[in-house]
């Protein structure tokens, strides 16, 4: 297939399946309107019921207990059985692949909970120093100054600061961040066929450069950074190298996004409540992960038939469940994004550490800062609904 062909075959695909979910929104499809960027909130998809089937053909999950029990079950994983990335989904009207819109695994993967407990077995014997990372977090906050877009100008460069002082990353993978900021989202809402081009193209890039940092340090040990950490803890654990290199990928894209997001609307919920003092910095945080995560929901795949809470699943089919946590529930001990197969590894501690001190650095930096503007969140971005800009008027340094 020529390259005008395979543009030609995505646009079609791309244009496919928004009308299939512009159709299933007019039948009133909840799922369907929220991955239309119509409905900005999940409380719809919880109204409808614990478990329900969409018009997409994805069973829907609201219910928390069910939720934690499919996010362990190794009958449900991220890819579908065999590995292909995209499925005919035998829905009531159509025939036709529904999830996983763009072959986006190799940069943000959704490995089974056995993989996700090995990767972070191999993470917690690397035993990062996040020292480095957080002082980087100061710096760039000393940097600012006037008016800013806190998004574009502060969290989205912060995260990536903090993750290359703890690896030597390639200078291509900085401004990778923003070029791939809609990644999570197109895993389940078709992207314009530019931005799918773009996303392809920078994740393609992404996967070669960290691939490419890996084979260069298993060829020249001897570094102390968090890469050759990693490479010496997979010999202690006989974890592989590709599982390496996967926990890196990982923290580059799912990572420094996450963090990105996390701290983005951390900073715009404080400043919307009035409460800009550094000790609530990393309250803000938890609350945003457990009530509004920068990942609300993950869409799993069934691997063989199974019984949901009385309802018969088949194989191969997408199970998409909740993971944001009603705001007056008591909770556990972590947040249920945690359990996400995207967070695999060391995504969760550099995520939290990153957004909260960064968030903590920019409020013992400045004393005072005006919002300039309403937040804007990135348009269609159902998964995520991150922050596309902040505007802030950083007033008054700190004494």
Request: aromatic share 4%; glycine share 8%; proline share 7%.
């Amino acid at each position: 297939m020529s390259a005008v062909e395979a543009r030609a075959e995505l646009g079609r695909h791309l244009t496919t399946l928004r009308s299939l979910q512009w159709m299933a929104g007019e039948m009133g499809d909840p799922y369907a309107l929220l991955l239309r960027a119509e409905d900005h909130t999940t409380m719809s998809l919880e109204q409808r019921g614990p478990v329900w089937r969409s018009e997409l053909g994805a069973w829907i999950v609201t219910d928390r207990r069910l939720v934690r029990a499919l996010l362990a079950d190794s009958r449900l994983a991220g890819s579908h059985p065999g590995g292909a990335r995209a499925h005919a989904v035998r829905g009531p009207r159509w025939n036709r692949p529904c999830c996983h819109v763009l072959p986006l695994d190799g940069v943000a993967p959704q490995p089974t909970p056995d993989r996700v407990r090995r990767l972070a077995v191999l993470a917690a014997a690397a035993g990062p120093d996040w020292g480095p990372a957080e002082r980087a977090c100061y710096r760039l906050a000393e940097t600012l100054t006037g008016t800013v877009d806190l998004v574009s100008a502060y969290c989205e460069p912060v995260a990536v600061a903090a993750l290359g002082e703890l690896m030597e990353l390639p200078e291509s993978v900085a401004p990778s961040v923003a070029d791939l900021a809609p990644v999570l989202d197109a895993l389940s809402s078709p992207p314009s066929l530019e931005t799918a081009e773009r996303l392809l193209t920078t994740a393609a890039r992404v996967r070669d450069d960290v691939a490419a940092l890996v084979v260069q340090r298993v060829a020249e040990p001897g570094a102390e950074d968090l890469l050759s950490a990693l490479l010496g803890a997979a010999r202690r654990t006989g974890a592989s190298v590709e599982d390496v290199r996967e926990l890196v990928t990982g923290l580059v894209v799912v990572g420094t996004r996450m963090a990105a997001d996390l701290a983005a609307a951390a900073l715009a919920g404080l400043l919307a409540n009035g409460l800009w003092t550094a000790k609530h910095a990393e309250r803000a945080v938890d609350d945003i992960l457990r009530h509004a995560p920068p990942v609300r929901f993950t869409t799993l795949v069934s691997q063989v038939d199974f019984d949901l809470d009385g309802l018969w699943v088949e194989a191969d089919t997408p199970v998409v469940a909740l993971l944001a946590e009603p705001t007056d529930g008591a909770g556990e001990a972590e947040p249920l994004v945690w359990r996400c197969g995207l967070a695999a590894g060391l995504v969760p501690a550099f995520v939290r550490r990153c957004a909260t001190t960064s968030v903590r650095a920019l409020m013992n930096t400045f004393s005072g800062v005006i919002p300039m503007g309403q937040p804007i969140c990135r348009p269609n971005a159902p998964v995520t609904q991150g922050l596309l800009s902040l505007p802030v008027s950083l007033a008054t340094r700190a004494a």
